[in-house]
């Protein structure tokens, strides 16, 4: 354990941002199976709003810092890619 102050500090601030970290991949992740479970069943219209939604909440965690930009990118490219084969 840190016996410094300041690095006490930045344990606690570590932790937090970790928690917030983890919840915003868990997010992502459940945005990303719901696109996945679209396109399996079938639903071009319930997989388009599914990528819009799940386009926005990546680009939300890559702002944050969450995420690199490039694997938003990558991510997102990918997931279009999928629904535009439903076709």
């Known amino acids: 354990m840190a016996n410094i102050k300041s690095a006490k500090k930045r344990i606690l601030v570590i932790n937090t941002k970790t928690e917030r970290n983890k919840s915003i991949r868990s997010k992502v992740k459940t945005y990303v199976k719901k696109v996945y479970q679209a396109i399996e069943s079938g639903d071009k219209a319930a997989a388009e709003e599914a990528l819009r939604a799940a386009t926005s ?7 944050k810092g969450v995420y690199h930009k490039n694997t938003v990118s990558r991510k997102i490219s990918r997931l279009s890619a999928a ?3 439903m076709a």
């Open 57 to 63: 909440e990546l680009s939300r965690a890559g702002s």
């Open 83 to 85: 629904v535009n084969k």
